[in-house]
């Protein structure tokens, strides 16, 4: 398992809207407020984009390991299988 001070890293994501000066962006963050914020691709769905922004972090930070994503009223959530472990029905 991917453990950082201690815990489990839990990734956040958020949508950011358009303003006058900016596109959409997508936030990527967790709560020991390491984040990154990318604009959003034209080319890829809402839930794309919220992967994309979790990767992108997950780059940034040097972590890797197989996310499981989740919804909440808020955005997105990703969390790291423990090594060795697999969704239940995945190939």
């Not at 596109?23 to 959003?40: P, Q």
Request: aromatic residues 8%; glycine residues 10%; hydrophobic residues 35%.
């Amino acid at each position: 398992m991917i453990i950082h001070e201690s815990r489990c890293i839990a990734i956040e994501t958020r949508y950011i809207g358009p303003t006058n000066t900016r596109g959409s962006r997508y936030k990527a963050f967790t709560e020991s407020k390491r984040a990154i914020t990318i604009h959003a691709a034209d080319n890829l769905s809402s839930q794309e984009n919220h992967r994309a922004a979790a990767r992108a972090l997950c780059a940034k930070m040097g972590w890797d390991g197989e996310l499981v994503e989740g919804g909440s009223s808020r955005g997105y959530v990703y969390v790291f299988l423990p090594r060795g472990m697999r969704m239940q029905g995945a190939a």
